[in-house]
């Protein structure tokens, strides 16, 4: 049985669970992995396909991300890295 809550941290997690499956379904079958850096990360991100993390977007979070989170392995290691920055709101 799945608990369901109106609680904001529930929804909050929700929407990151929701952002990264979407993340990881656009970029399965693109050939883009390994991603080196932003610049490339942010060419891969779907033009005029909105892909929000909460209120904000995947090509918002990548501002976010550093070198240290590169290169990217493939599109789960991508989901992971972008929803870690994902704000959640309490």
Same mark, same amino acid.
């Given at each position: 049985?799945? %608990?369901t809550?109106?609680?904001?941290? *529930? =929804?909050? !997690? /929700?929407? $990151?669970?929701? &952002?990264? !499956? /979407?993340? @990881?379904? *656009? &970029?399965?079958?693109?050939? @883009? &992995?390994?991603i +080196?850096?932003? @610049?490339? !990360?942010? =060419?891969?991100?779907?033009?005029? %396909?909105?892909?929000?993390?909460?209120? $904000? =977007?995947?090509?918002?979070? @990548?501002?976010? !991300?550093?070198?240290?989170? &590169?290169? $990217? +392995?493939?599109?789960?290691?991508?989901?992971? #890295?972008?929803?870690?920055?994902?704000? $959640? #709101?309490?």
């Amino acid at each position: 049985m799945m %608990i369901t809550t109106n609680h904001p941290l *529930y =929804e909050a !997690l /929700r929407d $990151i669970q929701e &952002f990264k !499956l /979407r993340l @990881v379904e *656009y &970029f399965k079958d693109k050939d @883009v &992995f390994p991603i +080196k850096n932003k @610049v490339e !990360l942010a =060419e891969a991100l779907p033009c005029g %396909i909105s892909l929000p993390c909460g209120e $904000i =977007e995947a090509a918002e979070l @990548v501002k976010l !991300l550093t070198d240290n989170d &590169f290169p $990217i +392995k493939d599109p789960e290691d991508l989901a992971m #890295k972008l929803a870690n920055k994902c704000p $959640i #709101k309490q």
